[in-house]
Nanobody, 124 residues
Framework: QVQLVESGGGSVQAGGSLRLSCAASGHTIGRYDMGWFRQSPGKEREFVARDSWNGRNIYYTDFVKGRFTISRDNVKNTMYLQMDSLKPEDTGVYFC?????????????????WGQGTQVTVFS
């Protein structure tokens, strides 16, 4: 079981940037697909971004394309989500997650290990 701990959330004005980190322990993330999801007030958890275990298959949900960047550092065993040009509708709790290689897609149920989440608040 991979343990995940997110950090980097906070409050930022619209148009600003935040960088979320997700530190993993227990297993190396180099063998896992990884994903970022978010949950906004009153809404279900939704897919944000995903990176395959080998870094060759990255995709984003439409509402963050061109603004968010998912990445990983296998040496540090840490995943990242760089969020630029933030909008108030990006507000929510952001979760990182991992899935065995080849199994992680856009559905939360495909990911077996989750972090506790970090709050992102974007004010106008």
């Amino acid at each position: 079981q991979v343990q995940l701990v997110e950090s980097g959330g906070g409050s930022v004005q619209a148009g600003g940037s935040l960088r979320l980190s997700c530190a993993a322990s227990g297993h190396t993330i180099g063998r896992y697909d990884m994903g970022w999801f978010r949950q906004s007030p009153g809404k279900e958890r939704e897919f944000v971004a995903r990176d395959s275990w080998n870094g060759r298959n990255i995709y984003y949900t439409d509402f963050v394309k061109g603004r968010f960047t998912i990445s990983r550092d296998n040496v540090k065993n840490t995943m990242y989500l760089q969020m630029d040009s933030l909008k108030p509708e990006d507000t929510g709790v952001y979760f990182c997650a991992v899935a065995p290689m080849g199994q992680g897609g856009t559905l939360a149920g495909q990911f077996g290990s989750w972090g506790q989440g970090t709050q992102v608040t974007v004010f106008s």
